[in-house]
């Protein structure tokens, strides 16, 4: 399975972007989908998931701030990003899992898209 992320940008504090990441894969409705970030000199961190029943999960930081959804039909896992602060600056990674147990453990993702670059100016 082939991830593609993109839709980063710059963005001012308090702005918003959406992030998708396509796959290329039909089967892409029985991963669970989950959304990284990595800011310079720190580790990847988890943001949100998505299972492939639809539960979904928040780092608690962008809780009511970030809205993960999915399309199946469209291959495709969105990222809408609201009230961004420039703690949100980083590249995002969209990552894909055939048997998600822990979400936020970058261990149990089996697929990786590259990275696309969200910068919050303050």
């Known amino acids: 399975v082939q991830l593609q992320a993109y839709g980063g940008g710059l963005v001012q504090a308090g702005g918003s972007l959406r992030l998708s990441c396509t796959a290329s894969e039909h089967t892409f409705g029985t991963l669970s989908v989950g959304w990284f970030r990595q800011a310079p000199g720190k580790e990847r961190e988890f943001v949100a998931a998505?299972?492939?029943?639809?539960?979904?999960y928040y780092e608690d930081s962008v809780k009511g701030r970030f809205t993960i959804s999915r399309d199946n039909a469209a291959n495709t896992v969105g990222l809408q990003m609201n009230s961004l602060k420039p703690e949100d600056t980083a590249v995002y990674y969209c990552?894909?899992?055939?048997?998600?147990?822990?979400?936020?453990?970058?261990?149990?993702?089996?697929?990786w898209g590259q990275g696309t670059q969200v910068t919050v100016s303050s």
């Open positions: 998505i299972s492939w029943a639809r539960t979904i």
């Open positions: 990552a894909a899992a055939e048997h998600l147990t822990r979400v936020g453990n970058l261990d149990d993702y089996d697929y």
